[in-house]
C-alpha cells in the first residue's frame, strides 16, 4: 500500500493509516473525539504548550476519511430530545444515475408532539 501525504497545519506528513484503522477496529465504541485523542497520545502530538494538537489531529482524519483510506465512525454529537428516525439511502441531490457515493448519514426529528411515532406510523 501507497503512503499518503497530507499537509497539516503547514507540515507535511505521512500517518500511520494502519493504526488507525487498527484503533478503528479494536474500539468500535469510540467516536471522533476520542480517536484523536488517542492518536495524538501514541504520537505524542503535542503544541509548544504542552496541549494535545487535538484539533489538527480531527483535520487530519477527515482528510483520510475524504481521500478514502478510513472510514470514521459516525458524528456523536446528539442534541437534547431530538429524536434518531433512521438513516439515509446515501445518494445525493445530483445524483441521478445513482453513481456517486455518499456517506450515509443519521435522520433524527425534533418532535413537536407527544406523538410523534403514531403520526409517522399512522397508515390511514
Not at 8 to 17: A, F, H, L, N, T
Not at 33 to 48: H, I, K, N, P, Y
Not at 89 to 107: C, E, H
Request: net charge positive.
Amino acid at each position: 500500500m501507497h503512503q499518503i501525504m497530507v499537509t497539516i497545519q503547514g507540515q507535511r506528513c505521512s500517518p500511520d493509516v494502519g493504526l488507525i484503522r487498527r484503533l478503528l477496529s479494536e474500539h468500535p465504541d469510540w467516536g471522533r473525539s476520542r480517536l484523536s485523542v488517542a492518536l495524538c497520545e501514541l504520537w505524542d502530538w503535542r503544541a509548544a504548550n504542552g496541549q494535545l494538537k487535538d484539533m489538527a489531529c480531527r483535520s487530519l482524519l477527515l482528510r483520510l476519511e475524504r481521500a478514502g483510506a478510513i472510514r470514521l465512525p459516525p458524528r456523536q454529537h446528539r442534541a437534547a430530545n431530538w429524536q434518531l428516525v433512521g438513516e439515509s439511502t446515501g445518494r445525493s441531490r445530483n445524483d441521478r444515475q445513482r453513481r456517486l457515493r455518499v456517506p450515509r448519514k443519521a435522520v433524527y426529528l425534533y418532535p413537536l408532539s407527544q406523538r410523534l411515532r403514531q403520526y409517522l406510523c399512522d397508515d390511514t
